[in-house]
């Protein structure tokens, strides 16, 4: 019988298994640290990011340098 209780949103992990999206209930006793373990896995994913911009940045710089190393 409803009784008008709230239900939902659920959290589901997601990930590829041989090319199907496979999803699996988390559950509401470990909604709090699956929502900081995602937090911290997208900061994660941002700085690793930043981290290969900067890679770039650099490998240009160098070689620019090594350029003009060659053409004095």
Same mark, same amino acid.
Do not use: C, W
């Given at each position: 019988?409803?009784?008008?209780?709230?239900?939902?949103?659920?959290?589901?992990?997601?990930? %590829?298994?041989?090319? =199907? &999206?496979?999803?699996?209930? /988390?559950? %509401?006793?470990?909604? =709090? &640290?699956?929502v900081k373990? /995602?937090?911290?896995?997208?900061?994660y994913q941002?700085?690793?990011?930043?981290?290969?911009?900067?890679?770039?940045?650099?490998?240009?710089l160098l070689?620019?340098?090594?350029?003009?190393?060659?053409?004095?």
């Amino acid at each position: 019988m409803y009784r008008g209780e709230k239900h939902g949103p659920f959290l589901y992990m997601s990930k %590829k298994v041989k090319g =199907k &999206t496979v999803q699996r209930y /988390v559950g %509401k006793a470990t909604d =709090k &640290t699956m929502v900081k373990r /995602v937090r911290a896995y997208m900061e994660y994913q941002n700085n690793l990011a930043l981290v290969r911009k900067r890679n770039r940045e650099i490998d240009g710089l160098l070689n620019t340098y090594r350029e003009e190393l060659i053409h004095e």
